[in-house]
């Protein structure tokens, strides 16, 4: 579907994901789909936490044990391809990398948006980390309700037209 629509399915999107009682602690998700030359999620990980291997084509792959969901991809990949996610009770939390103005505040209620585009749910901003190290891309953390585990994506300004 990936090739067709440039939209994952949701069982591409699934095949991302561990379990999600593997999920009570942030861990990185990394969709990325296609086979390309890049490796920043790689090299940026303090803890050897996404492999590549010696082909820098190949698709990373995350070593669950290994991440402690500290971000650092999220804001390093240059293809926003990176989000945090964990689950707690019937929320999720999300942390994503955001590149447009304005810059949600904390406790805003935004749109939760789709990969199709589409309004899907509401979105708390639970908190926005902006620093030196991250060139802009600010690293947001989002709540939504946990039944859009596998259709959230981002976030669009409520005032927006
Ligand atoms: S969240 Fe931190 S520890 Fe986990 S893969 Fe990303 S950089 Fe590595
Ligand atoms: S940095 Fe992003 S786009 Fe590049 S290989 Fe890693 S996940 Fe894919």
């Given amino acids: 579907m990936l090739n067709q629509t440039g939209i994952a399915s949701l069982d591409e999107i699934k095949s991302c994901f561990p379990k999600e009682h593997l999920l009570l602690k942030p861990k990185a998700i990394i969709e990325c789909y ?34 402690i969901g500290c971000g650092i991809c999220v804001y390093s990949c240059p293809g926003l391809a ?37 309004i899907v749910s509401k979105a708390k901003i639970k908190s926005v980390l902006s620093g030196p190290k991250q060139d802009k891309t600010v690293l947001v953390t989002v709540e939504v309700d946990k039944q859009y585990l596998y259709d959230f994506i981002t976030i669009r300004c409520p005032y927006e037209r």
């Fill in 34 to 67: 296609q086979e390309i030359p890049c490796n920043p999620c790689s090299t940026s990980c303090p803890h050897n936490a996404i492999i590549i291997g010696p082909d820098i084509n190949e698709r990373p792959t995350l070593d669950l044990d290994k991440c």
């Fill in 82 to 118: 990176i989000t945090l996610v964990s689950i707690k009770d019937d929320k999720a939390e999300f942390k994503i990398p955001y590149e447009f103005l304005p810059v949600p505040k904390k406790d805003e209620i935004w749109n939760a948006i789709s990969r199709d585009g589409a």
